[in-house]
């Protein structure tokens, strides 16, 4: 370094040290003295120099001499070598830049002095460093209820190790991080995926990890579940799936361990496959005879009592959710249309519906229904009228058990076919027999035997969806119906009728949680 | 091109540069595990870097560079610590009390530091243009020999007009008490100054030959007052946005690392 030395015209006399933290007190007015304060503000000032004692040869007693920067003063120092002209003491004044010192200290204590008080009271070291709101699951009454139930701490203790403790606890926890607080190769490596200390937290409720698939590798919850993002929990994103299911390696791995080998997915309109129904060519197994395209287009069929025509609608009407359509029922949706009048002159006698015993046993007991209606409608001639009817069914039917087997086995319509049940308002009725709509087969002993009809009432069993989110489409956009005449058409879109829609071009959310769901029925009932 | 220039382009293009490719990196790792952590890292490193820069300069005797140069790297780094610091929040706000007194700890230094910026490429040159340079330590000594000229003046054994010695006992002797119109220094004001000399100005009228003479040199002496008030006032701003920037830098890395603490701590390896 090299050492500057000052100018000739450097006004020793004056000198300003703003770099210290005190300034004479007596500088204001122009007369600061020359050695100024010390470093703690204390007044040096004694007087205007420091005389010395000159000793010439020979002499014992020597002289004072005057030493004052500036030149000697006149009188010259006292006899017993003090300075003859002392300076008045003063009180010495910061300078600024011992303010700013002091409130640097001032903002440091207060800063170490709020974080230790609010660290070291629980209730409010747990508010202060909550990064974020905690979601309505893991937070109020019931948590803190199961919490208890589990042996948890309360508040941030109940999912992390270091909310047990204060401060100390603190900074033990974060020197004992893994991967370590200095350990930037393993941060920058780690993948968000890998289990953490956190999850055995997590486990404490949520015992048994519950994988979608048994090959699927643990993961660590909060890799899907961020917390402290607000009252609801942030949705499963695209990149969590896609952890596995966009990684050709792990789904290989997948299928080697007896899943079905699917290739990867990355986004629902681009790779995702096929609907397994499409791909598999599966047939509805239900045995009901129904054609879509008849109902919804022939011209035989006639308009509903309201004078509508017959819709989706009609008989597909959504459950208490709106999310499903609930099973369409014979008594609400078919017979409408679908009379069952056996005798065409009795419009008062129907035969019952759901049992094929039920309706055996009523053919068997004609006699008493027909006496049973006589007694209200014809009471003077019960016998009469029971015999007349009887007598018109074997005329048109033959035997009472040829009766009973056109009732279960035929499929040919009889009577007028332009009325059909009550439509007409004429009350002619058109039963063509079970076996128009049923599979009806012939048991071991001669009993008839219908097949109960089954109704799937979800297909996509790895999907969810909510018929109340698609209110704005026309039924017919995604299912084919007026197009369908075999009841094992399964009337579903394929993947590209869906993607139209969910697709960044279509504009509706396309993400994996949008339709799936990652844990196994039993976790999420828990 | 003069060598500010030079250094301005410099340290302009390497900003440029430094922003660009945090952002081409924001954009290319940013869904990276711990991210965060490393963002973090990067901000802290970046903070550290300019904190010591007023360490180094109450070590002038060590070899560590020209403070100069420090100056250029702590000027151009606090800005792309900035933009660090919004990369780590993501682009959003902070959520929860100790993460917003932290934010608002990060904007208070970083906005006293741009202040300063801004106050130290303006102010000297409107200082430059006001008289000749004026020592800050040296300004109540300068005030004082103005204040007592003017006593001399207005109230001292030659003075013998009633008016002069009343006006200064009025008005004058409260402008030359004690620095004045700091704030119409600031934004370039003269108002106040101006009225002053206006009255007296109007003094003039009520005034002999001899003391006409007297209050043309009490004018001189008002307006050397104003000068020395302006540098005072400016040159206090030139220290005193320092108030806030050197106090909070210190309290903004408390937090820091109480933050880097409670996140490891808490996190224990998980994101």
New interface residues.
């Given amino acids: ?1 090299s050492e500057r030395l000052p100018a000739p015209d450097f006004d020793a006399q ?1 000198y ?3 770099n210290q933290n005190w ?1 004479c007190g007596h ?6 003295c020359r050695p100024g304060p010390d470093a703690k503000g204390r007044c040096c000032a004694t007087a205007e120099c420091k005389p010395v004692l000159e000793l010439k040869p020979g002499e014992t007693k020597g002289r004072w001499k005057c030493t004052r920067t500036g030149g000697a003063c006149e009188a010259g120092p006292l006899p017993d070598g003090s300075c003859c002209r002392p300076i008045a003491k003063c009180s010495p004044v910061p ?2 830049r011992w ?2 010192g002091r ?2 200290l ?3 204590a ?3 002095a709020v ?1 230790l008080v609010v660290l070291g009271n629980p209730p409010w070291r747990n ?7 905690i979601s309505q699951p893991h937070s109020g009454e019931a948590f803190t209820a199961l919490a208890a139930t589990n042996q948890l701490n309360q508040g ?1 203790g109940a999912c ?4 047990n403790t204060g401060p100390r ?7 004992h ?5 200095l350990d ?1 190769k393993k ?2 490596m ?4 890998t289990p ?4 055995e937290s997590c486990l404490k409720c949520h015992a048994g990890r519950n994988m979608h698939q048994p090959s699927a590798p643990p993961v ?1 919850c ?2 899907c579940h ?1 917390e ?1 993002q607000g009252r609801m929990m942030a949705a499963t994103t695209d ?1 969590n799936c896609n952890f596995c299911h966009g990684d050709a390696t792990k789904m290989a791995v997948a299928a080697g361990a007896g899943n079905v080998s699917e290739p990867p997915i990355h986004h629902f309109a681009e790779d995702h496959p096929q609907f397994r129904f499409i791909t598999e060519k599966l047939r509805d197994p239900d045995t009901l005879k129904f054609n879509h395209q008849l109902h919804l287009t022939g011209a035989t069929i006639p308009n509903l009592p309201g004078g509508q025509k017959l819709d989706c609608a009609f008989c597909h009407q959504p459950d208490a959710a709106g999310a499903f359509m609930k099973p369409v029922a014979f008594e609400k949706n078919c017979r409408v249309c679908h009379s069952l009048q056996f005798d065409p002159e009795t419009p008062q006698l129907m035969l019952p519906h759901g049992n094929a015993d039920f309706v055996s046993a009523y053919l068997r007991s004609l006699p008493k229904q027909y006496a049973t209606l006589a007694a209200k409608e014809n009471p003077a001639d019960v016998n009469g009228f029971v015999t007349a009817k009887l007598a018109g069914l074997r005329t048109q039917f033959g035997s009472g058990e040829d009766l009973e087997r056109r009732i279960f086995f035929s499929t040919a319509t009889f009577g007028p076919e332009a009325q059909v049940g009550e439509l007409s308002g004429a009350t002619r009725a058109l039963f063509p027999g079970c076996a128009y709509c049923h599979e009806v087969k012939a048991a071991a002993g001669g009993s008839p035997q219908i097949t109960k009809p089954v109704q799937t009432e979800h297909w996509l069993a790895q999907a969810k969806f909510n018929h109340a989110k698609h209110l704005n489409i026309n039924c017919a956009q995604c299912h084919d119906a007026v197009h369908s005449k075999d009841t094992a058409d399964i009337l579903l879109p394929a993947q590209e009728s869906c993607a139209t829609c969910h697709s960044p071009r279509g504009g509706v959310a396309d993400t994996c949680a949008e339709c799936h769901t990652y844990h196994k029925p039993p976790l999420l009932a828990r | 091109m003069t060598r500010f220039h030079r250094q301005l382009c410099a340290g302009l293009i390497a900003l440029i540069i430094a922003t660009a490719g945090a952002l081409w990196l924001n954009a290319k790792y940013s869904a990276l595990a711990n991210y965060a952590y490393l963002t973090g890292w990067a901000l802290l490193a970046g903070m550290f870097v300019l904190t010591i820069y007023n360490v180094r300069k109450k070590l002038p005797f060590l070899p560590l560079g020209k403070s100069e140069t420090w100056l250029q790297i702590h000027i151009y780094l606090g800005f792309f610590t900035t933009l660090l610091f919004l990369i780590h929040l993501k682009f959003g706000l902070p959520h929860g009390w100790f993460e917003i007194v932290l934010a608002w700890l990060f904007v208070l230094v970083s906005g006293s530091g741009m202040v300063g910026l801004f106050f130290s490429r303006v102010l000297p040159r409107r200082l430059a243009t006001r008289g000749g340079e004026v020592i800050f330590e040296k300004i109540p000594a300068l005030r004082h020999g103005v204040k007592t000229a003017a006593e001399e003046l207005a109230l001292g054994k030659d003075a013998k007009s009633p008016v002069i010695a009343e006006f200064y006992a009025k008005r004058l002797a409260v402008f030359f008490s004690g620095p004045k119109n700091f704030w119409h220094h600031l934004v370039e004001s003269r108002r106040a100054a101006g009225a002053l000399l206006a009255e007296l100005e109007d003094l003039r009228r009520f005034a002999t030959e001899a003391d006409r003479e007297k209050i043309g040199k009490l004018e001189a002496l008002v307006r050397q007052k104003d000068g020395l008030d302006y540098h005072r006032a400016l040159q206090l701003a030139l220290k005193l946005w320092l108030f806030v920037h050197i106090p909070l830098t210190y309290g903004l890395m408390i937090f820091t690392i109480l933050h880097v603490v409670m996140v490891f701590g808490f996190s224990g390896g998980a994101r």
């Fill in positions: 370094m004056n300003a040290r703003p300034i500088a204001c007015d122009g007369n600061a300078t600024l303010w700013r409130l640097t001032a903002v440091i207060a800063s170490c974080l508010n202060f460093i909550s990064p974020g709101e941030c992390h190790v270091a909310g606890g603190m900074v033990h926890a974060a020197l991080a893994d991967p370590g607080i930037l941060l920058a780690a993948h968000a995926a953490t200390a956190i999850d660590s909060s890799f961020m402290h990149a």
